[in-house]
Structures are given as structure tokens and as C-alpha cells.
């Protein structure tokens, strides 16, 4: 059984800083392709961050320099470090993996950002 457990959203100030954690429990499979996709209200999700299999990374337009996305394999986690955080930064964010072995992608159950003075 696969589960993705996400936590870090909060509310925070414009121009601030959090740090999105993604725990993979996967036994016997390791993750192989990760990203970030967010979902504001009445629109939809949308990529925010992807790494693929090396340490090739790909942001949004919208989020580069000022997102990163990581990885921890020791731990099977996955990170996104956000900054300089903006109003329109505000969504649910959700992780999204590969794993090695596995031809379905599973995602975790979102975790809410919320930009505002």
C-alpha cells in the first residue's frame, strides 16, 4: 500500500516562507519521478514543480526563483521550499509520485497555503 502524507501549509505574510514535506510510505518501492501541482479556488491544478529521475528540475513560470523542489531518498520524502511568497501563491498544494515499479502515479491529499496579511 502506497500513502503520501503531506504537511507545512499554513497561513503566512506576503513575502514569506514555508516549507512543504511530502513522507512517501511505500514499502519496497522507491519514488522515481516527483512533483508539486497546486489548485486555487474554482481553478484548476495546475504544475507547479517537477524532478524527474536524475536532478533535472522544472518550475512554473510563475514560481521560478523563488520555489524549490527536493528530495530526501534516505527518507522517501519530498520537499517544496517556497519564498517570497505572493497573494496569489494561495492554493492546495499536492505532491504527485512515480515509483520505480509502479505505472500508476499516487498523490498525496493536498495541504492548504494561504497568502495573506
Known amino acids: 500500500q502506497v500513502q503520501l502524507v503531506e504537511s507545512g501549509g499554513g497561513l503566512v505574510q506576503p513575502g514569506g516562507s514555508l516549507r512543504l514535506s511530502c513522507a512517501v510510505s511505500?514499502?519496497?518501492?522507491?519514488?522515481?519521478?516527483l512533483a508539486w501541482y497546486r489548485q486555487a479556488p474554482g481553478k484548476q491544478r495546475d504544475l507547479v514543480a517537477h524532478?524527474?529521475?536524475?536532478?533535472?528540475?522544472t518550475y512554473a513560470d510563475s514560481v521560478k526563483g523563488r520555489f524549490t523542489i527536493s528530495r530526501d531518498s534516505a527518507k522517501n520524502t519530498v520537499y517544496l521550499q517556497m519564498n517570497s511568497l505572493k497573494p496569489e501563491d494561495t492554493a492546495v498544494y499536492y505532491c504527485?509520485?512515480?515509483?520505480?515499479?509502479?505505472?500508476?502515479?499516487?498523490w498525496g491529499q493536498g495541504t492548504l497555503v494561504t497568502v495573506s496579511s
Open positions: 504527485n509520485v512515480h515509483l520505480y515499479g509502479r505505472v500508476e502515479s499516487f
Open positions: 524532478m524527474g529521475t536524475g536532478t533535472t528540475t
Open positions: 511505500a514499502s519496497g518501492f522507491t519514488i522515481a519521478v
